[in-house]
């Protein structure tokens, strides 16, 4: 998301990250409202009760509800949450650093695959479905732009918070990252930005 929404920004102005912030708001939900189940191996039923007890759930809807009702957050709080944004990335960051670590980074034949099904099948499958939907130029090439980024950190965040591989989640983060060096600027080149 952060790479992502900040070469939004850079390549495309500010209504490319206008329509970037909804294409990461959307995977964010995703990622963090189904992750948990996919990831956890506990079943469809087991993995739901597990998703609605995040507290990113009860805070996206709390966050909803105060929008909707015009409700706005006094100042003190305001700068806590604030405060407490600004703090994730880092956070995430330091998580990766000590999983990587942890173990011996020598990616295999499927880490590489893994790193080139996102940063190429990602930005063609982005594609396909714009043009079902029919997006028009700039939000096509929001669309792709966003995903054609590497594997975000928020990845490793749930497969070690659910029992996934984590490992394996932060060789695909860190590959990712430094093929994505190689891999954006063709994306770039072949959407006209």
């Not at 009760?49 to 957050?73: D, N, Q, S, Y």
């Not at 939000?139 to 749930?158: D, E, I, K, Y």
Request: proline share 5%; charged share 10%; hydrophobic share 55%.
């Amino acid at each position: 998301g952060n790479l992502g929404l900040s070469l939004t920004l850079l390549a495309l102005g500010q209504a490319g990250l206008q329509r970037a912030i909804v294409t990461y708001l959307a995977s964010a939900v995703l990622v963090f409202g189904f992750g948990p189940a996919l990831v956890s191996g506990q079943g469809l039923r087991r993995g739901i009760k597990t998703t609605v007890r995040l507290p990113l759930i009860w805070g996206l809807v709390l966050g909803i509800v105060l929008r909707a009702l015009k409700i706005e957050i006094p100042l003190g709080i305001d700068d806590g949450i604030h405060l407490l944004a600004q703090a994730a990335v880092p956070v995430l960051l330091i998580t990766l650093g000590m999983q990587i670590s942890r173990t011996r980074f020598a990616p295999g034949p499927s880490d590489f695959f893994t790193s080139a099904l996102r940063l190429g099948g990602g930005p063609i499958a982005a594609y396909v479905a714009g043009r079902i939907v029919g997006l028009d130029h700039l939000a096509m090439q929001v669309f792709v732009l966003q995903c054609a980024t590497p594997t975000a950190v928020n990845a490793l965040l749930v497969a070690a918070e659910f029992g996934g591989d984590s490992g394996r989640a932060a060789r695909a983060v860190v590959l990712s990252t430094v093929l994505a060096f190689g891999s954006l600027p063709i994306v770039m080149w072949l959407m006209g930005i």
